[in-house]
């Protein structure tokens, strides 16, 4: 099984800022990587897929980049809205999708 | 409006069984492949099962198969996850989700979730 390491666990980052979020692969999943953000008591939204591509009504302060076994979210201009956990999720060896652990994007 | 919705949780004792349902709504529900994603107080995500639109393919996680079943109803558009001699370790919220049509990239994005459903196993 592939297995997700996202860096780090949290991330505290001021609001207008950026923030820079990282996920590792176990092994190659070339661009098959996607990114979710969460927020207490709702479910995961889908934000890039593809590595870098954005989901339908994401921001364009969401971006997305890398390939093979590092990947890395961007967020440009952190707004109120943006402080949530956000997960990584390979499915190049799909059924599982194994997902990362979760960086926790909170408020400094 | 693309929705799912859904239902069945509860408190249920080690043992026990649950029929989880996910009604979808707004889209052409026999052309996806529909998956389950559970989540344990205060944890991550964890991929708990697939089945592709005519259930030709199905799949379970490891560290639940032979105790869930995941089936569809395409006529009614409702997902089902039977949950059966239920663990403490199963406590989590379920999320339906539906899995991303792409022809230009393999499946397993999840672009579409419920709200998700509370199941709590405990004596």
């Known amino acids: 099984e592939i297995v997700m390491t996202q860096s780090p666990a949290t991330l505290s980052v001021s609001p207008g800022d950026s923030a820079t979020l990282s996920c590792r692969a176990s092994q190659s999943v070339r661009s098959h990587l996607a990114w979710y953000q969460q927020k207490p008591g709702q479910p995961p939204r889908l934000l890039i897929y593809?590595?870098?591509t954005r989901a339908t009504g994401i921001p364009a302060r969401f971006s997305g980049s890398g390939s093979e076994t590092d990947f890395t979210l961007t967020i440009s201009s952190l707004q109120s809205e943006d402080f949530a956990v956000y997960y990584c999720?390979?499915?190049?060896?799909?059924?599982?999708?194994?997902f990362g652990q979760g960086t926790n994007l909170e408020i400094k | 409006e693309e929705q799912l919705v859904e239902s069945g949780g509860g408190l249920v004792k080690p043992g026990g069984s649950l029929r989880l349902s996910c009604a979808a709504s707004?889209?052409?529900?026999?052309?996806?492949?529909m998956t389950w994603v559970r989540q344990a107080p205060g944890r991550g995500l964890e991929w708990v099962s697939s089945?592709?639109?005519?259930?030709?393919?199905?799949h379970y996680a490891d560290s639940v198969k032979g105790r869930l079943t995941v089936s569809r109803d395409n006529g009614k558009n409702l997902l089902f996850l039977q949950l059966d001699n239920l663990r403490a370790e199963d406590t989590a919220v379920y999320f339906c989700?539906?899995?991303?049509?792409?022809?230009?990239?393999?499946?397993?994005?999840?672009?579409?979730w419920g709200q998700g459903t509370v199941v709590t196993v405990s004596s």
């Open positions: 593809g590595a870098s």
């Open positions: 707004g889209f052409t529900f026999d052309s996806y492949t």
């Open positions: 089945v592709s639109g005519y259930s030709t393919y199905i």
């Open positions: 999720q390979q499915y190049n060896k799909w059924p599982p999708g194994t």
């Open positions: 989700a539906r899995v991303k049509l792409d022809y230009s990239d393999p499946e397993g994005v999840f672009d579409i």
